[in-house]
């Protein structure tokens, strides 16, 4: 090379973004009391209402007894990926378990949900095909598309007739679908009837991504799919992940037997990884069985949900379409956002503000979710202080 390569230089693109309020800077918090929702967030104690773990099982004494016996049983590590010597008695038991809990032929554990998303929309997605996703699908869908090398069509949140149309138009090749159950930044659901029924019309294969709905919605607990009364004939994926209500860590791709021998083969972030611990696997099979046992938690945060909800609109905070545990504050500026999440901290209420490009430019918001954990007082508390905080000064 004649000339030497520009050198990087990573200093404007930080103050780029200081400048703009999108500077991410991480907290660092600190548990006394882990089954509680009380934190300490830089040494300032608080009550955490950004935690994924609806139900409260994070800390839950079986969970964590189920993970210390594996641990001691097993050793920490999984040691090899699962085609190599890692794919252990407790996986295998734990997707025996989540297929039984899925009504679904086989299951596929994954090391997380972003990766469980990366391999099923490759795996899935053959040569010449399109993917179509929703404009608020999480960025795992979304990168899993543009990994697979398809052709990628985003169509308009929730809209079920613009997918239709566009699916209308594609002239050759499969169609493969992709939507988030729960959408994890509004807490709206996709609308599912619809988009199956689009998807049968046209002869595409429909996947969903129920992270958040996993273990919280439908009559026991099976999620977003149980909710509508769907079946594996309308949605022959299913993706869920452990780290949210199940408390613990890693994911899953429910399906056909077909289905999830292809993802043994080909899905790359499966193949070329190591294989979860067993331990959290045996952590995940007693977390399981406490939220089908003890149906109460998921009851308890719905109801508290619904008393948010309530005592919010009440004292006029600007709520979202959401009626699941995540509860957005649209606020539309990133620094309003940051502000009112710096003015709650102060009053004792770990909110974050949740910004681009997490979010589209001018939809900041606060992003609560409530849990099981939390106390009537602490969500009481919490709106009088979110009123405070967002009363013109
Ligand atoms: C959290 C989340 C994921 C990622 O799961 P991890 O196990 O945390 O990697 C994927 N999809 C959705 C919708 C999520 O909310």
């Known amino acids: 090379m004649a000339v030497p390569a520009a050198p990087i230089s990573f200093g404007p693109v930080l103050a780029d973004l200081e400048s703009r309020g999108l500077r991410r800077r991480r907290r660092t918090v600190q548990r006394r009391k882990p089954e509680s929702a009380e934190i300490e967030v830089d040494g300032q104690r608080c009550v955490d209402f950004c935690s994924n773990d609806y139900l409260g099982l994070a800390a839950h004494p079986e969970v964590i007894a189920a993970f210390i016996d594996a641990a001691r049983i097993h050793g920490v590590g999984a040691r090899a990926s699962h085609l190599i010597t890692g794919h252990q008695a407790e996986h295998e038991a734990l997707e025996q378990?989540?297929?039984?809990?899925?009504?679904?032929?086989?299951?596929?554990?994954?090391?997380?949900?972003?990766?469980?998303?990366?391999?099923?929309?490759?795996?899935?997605?053959?040569?010449?095909?399109?993917?179509?996703?929703?404009?608020?699908?999480?960025?795992?869908?979304?990168?899993?598309?543009?990994?697979?090398?398809?052709?990628?069509?985003r169509y308009p949140h929730g809209d079920a007739a613009a997918l239709e149309r566009a699916l209308a138009e594609q002239e050759s090749g499969a169609a493969v679908v992709l939507t988030d159950g729960v959408f994890s930044m509004d807490g709206d659901l996709a609308p599912l009837p619809a988009l199956a029924a689009?998807?049968?019309?046209?002869?595409?294969?429909?996947?969903?991504?129920?992270?958040?709905?996993?273990?919280?919605?439908?009559?026991?607990?099976?999620?977003?799919?149980?909710?509508?009364r769907l079946t594996e004939l309308e949605v022959p994926a299913l993706v869920g992940t452990f780290g949210k209500a199940l408390g613990t860590?890693?994911?899953?791709?429910?399906?056909?037997?077909?289905?999830i021998d292809t993802l043994v083969q080909r899905a790359r972030t499966y193949m070329y990884t190591t294989a979860l611990p067993p331990a959290v696997a045996a952590a995940t099979r007693a977390a399981l069985a406490v939220s089908v046992a003890e149906p109460w938690r998921r009851e308890r945060v719905l109801a508290l949900t619904r008393r948010f909800r309530q005592l919010a609109r009440a004292?006029?905070?600007?709520?979202?379409?959401?009626?699941?545990?995540?509860?957005?504050?649209?606020?539309?500026?990133?620094d309003d956002a940051v502000r009112t999440s710096n003015a709650l901290l102060e009053r004792g209420f770990f909110v974050t503000a949740i910004r681009p490009p997490t979010v589209p430019a001018g939809t900041s918001r606060l992003r609560l979710t409530l849990s099981t954990v939390h106390r009537d007082i602490d969500v009481e508390n919490l709106v009088a202080s979110l009123a405070e905080a967002l009363a013109p000064a």
């Open 97 to 153: 378990e989540l297929a039984a809990f899925t009504g679904r032929e086989r299951v596929i554990v994954f090391s997380t949900g972003y990766m469980a998303n990366l391999g099923l929309v490759r795996a899935l997605v053959p040569r010449g095909a399109a993917v179509y996703g929703d404009a608020l699908n999480h960025a795992s869908l979304i990168d899993g598309g543009r990994l697979s090398g398809a052709a990628l069509h």
């Open 198 to 228: 689009s998807c049968k019309r046209q002869g595409a294969f429909l996947a969903v991504d129920d992270a958040h709905g996993l273990g919280v919605l439908g009559a026991t607990g099976r999620g977003v799919l149980e909710h509508f």
């Open 249 to 259: 860590f890693g994911a899953f791709v429910a399906g056909s037997a077909e289905l």
């Open 315 to 334: 004292a006029g905070i600007p709520l979202g379409a959401s009626e699941t545990p995540i509860q957005p504050i649209l606020l539309g500026g990133a």
